[in-house]
């Protein structure tokens, strides 16, 4: 096992890895359901519909992806064949996705939707699961595991965040030669070709930054052949833990929160607020004062109030954010932005600054509850005599993949009650629709926050208990 301080260079080069993830990540959550409802004439349910029967397949491949991966013999290892492998055929895919075939319009465009996310949920998870598990094979130390998932969480928002941007701010601007700007369907070709080189590029950082560890790291057990059977059996045991459990719930809804309110944030920002691409674009980088503002946030929640109760202050103060602007908004004390563009408003540097706030607490949320998957690899170990980082984080995997999945779906649902027009303007919506749209989404996004710190509630490792589980597994290691 390596030492419990991890270098920088390794904790940069592990955390650039999550680029790939946050590209696919954002482009899924925020131009998506834009790009085959509004701009290909696919309707918006029938986009949540194919993206809900692709989580469908994940639910099983994941956890196999997972198993094989904790299973794996090779002199590279567990982990880094399965990430090497992926790194061209997921990016080939995701271009392939932003430009389909122009002989297919419409709801003619399910069966290829449908097919495109099972593919890249697919081959994302032949990297994620793998690269994700070596962080608690890279350490064991509590507080270090959080600096580790501070900077993987930091690189995959900074990667979807700026390519959501660019897209924005550059590729999308409205031009002479781009008069539909957001709605240029050759637009999004060209964020499909760059989003799969960077793909690509952060897959083969990641996989080479950390293959002088693989000496270092966890072998495979010798044991006798497994057939499908035991593999069930093994992974069945594995996720039994009531931790776990509260923590994969947790996860879930956390997921398919995020999905619905990054799937609604094009939606909310430019019908409900009334903000112009150039506004959003700005307001989009919130999310990189917030990741940068994370890496220190987080290990700090870990330091002072343990990961659990950390997680909890974060996501109990997520409730008094942008829940609370909205419902100002529908009670007619906040307007939204005047249409003079040289009325003055002070509504762009508040929606800006309440966004940067959200943005920290949600990432170092995020951040805790990785952390907290990766202290179940040694309380499992102590239970089962294996090492399954690989089936804790295919399990994680699977319910973070709920934000294009259930997310995108409730999203649709949302504007399926708010009778959302396909392919509407902004301008072109009437205050009472831009009103239920709001009136909406707000019960269903506090809705999952309540809910999941409900669930967090009922996660038991803290630091004493981490300790001792790990005094326990290096005590039968040197035995």
């Keep these: 096992m390596a030492q419990a301080k991890v270098p920088l260079f390794t904790k940069l080069s592990y955390g650039f890895g999550a680029i790939a993830y946050g590209v696919k990540n954002n482009g899924f959550d925020y131009f998506l359901l834009l790009f085959y409802s509004q701009i290909l004439g696919v309707e918006a349910r029938m986009v949540g519909l194919a993206l809900l029967i692709a989580l469908v397949f994940d639910a099983f491949s994941d956890p196999i992806v997972g198993y094989l991966s904790d299973n794996t013999r090779s002199r590279w290892g567990r982990r880094h064949p399965w990430m090497y492998f992926a790194a061209i055929p997921v990016s080939i895919a995701y271009y392939f996705l932003w430009s389909p075939p122009g002989g297919l319009s419409g709801n003619q465009l399910f069966a290829y939707l449908v097919m495109l996310s099972i593919l890249i949920r697919t081959l994302i998870t032949l990297y994620e699961v793998p690269s994700s598990a070596l962080a608690p094979e890279i350490t064991r130390d509590y507080d270090e595991r959080t600096s580790l998932m501070a900077w993987r969480t930091f690189f995959g928002w900074i990667g979807g965040t700026l390519i959501a941007a660019f897209t924005l701010a550059v590729i999308l601007a409205p031009s002479e030669s781009n008069p539909d700007g957001l709605f240029n369907r050759d637009g999004f070709s060209t964020y499909g070709l760059i989003a799969s080189i960077l793909i690509f590029v952060s897959i083969l950082v990641a996989s080479l930054g950390t293959h002088r560890l693989i000496p270092t790291l966890p072998k495979v057990a010798e044991t006798a052949n497994r057939n499908l059977r035991k593999m069930f059996s093994e992974i069945f045991e594995t996720l039994t833990s009531k931790s776990f459990f509260a923590l994969f719930l947790a996860t879930i809804i956390s997921a398919v929160s995020t999905g619905l309110a990054m799937s609604l944030n ?102 805790l509850m990785f952390s907290m998957i990766a202290d179940l690899v040694e309380e499992s170990e102590v239970k089962t005599k294996r090492r399954s980082e690989g089936v804790f984080f295919a399990a994680i995997t699977f319910s973070a993949k709920a934000t294009q999945g259930l997310g995108i779906f409730a999203a649709s649902l949302v504007l399926a009650m ?58 039968a290691e040197a035995a």
């Excluded at 506004?279 to 919130?286: H, K, M, N, R, T």
């Excluded at 990741?291 to 700090?300: C, D, N, Q, R």
């Excluded at 929606?351 to 940067?356: A, R």
Aim: charged share 15%; with cysteine; glycine share 6%.
């Design 418 to 475: 708010a009778s959302f027009p396909e392919g509407a303007k902004p301008g072109d919506v009437s205050e009472e629709t831009v009103v239920s749209l709001g009136t909406a989404y707000l019960p269903m996004i506090l809705g999952l926050w309540i809910l999941r710190i409900l669930c967090i509630k009922f996660y038991k490792i803290d630091r004493a208990t981490h300790e001792a589980n790990v005094a326990k597994t290096a005590a």
């Design 266 to 367: 094009i939606y909310i920002m430019s019908f409900f607020w009334g903000f112009t691409q150039e506004q959003i674009s700005i307001i989009i980088l919130a999310s990189l004062v917030a990741a940068g503002l994370s890496v220190m946030v987080a290990p700090l929640l870990t330091r002072k109030f343990g990961k659990r109760n950390g997680a909890l202050l974060a996501a109990t103060s997520i409730l008094f954010m942008s829940p609370v602007m909205i419902g100002l908004r529908l009670f007619g004390i906040l307007e939204p932005m005047p249409t003079d563009p040289d009325a003055a408003s002070f509504l762009l540097p508040l929606i800006f600054v309440i966004s940067v706030i959200e943005m920290t607490l949600t990432i170092s949320f995020q951040v």
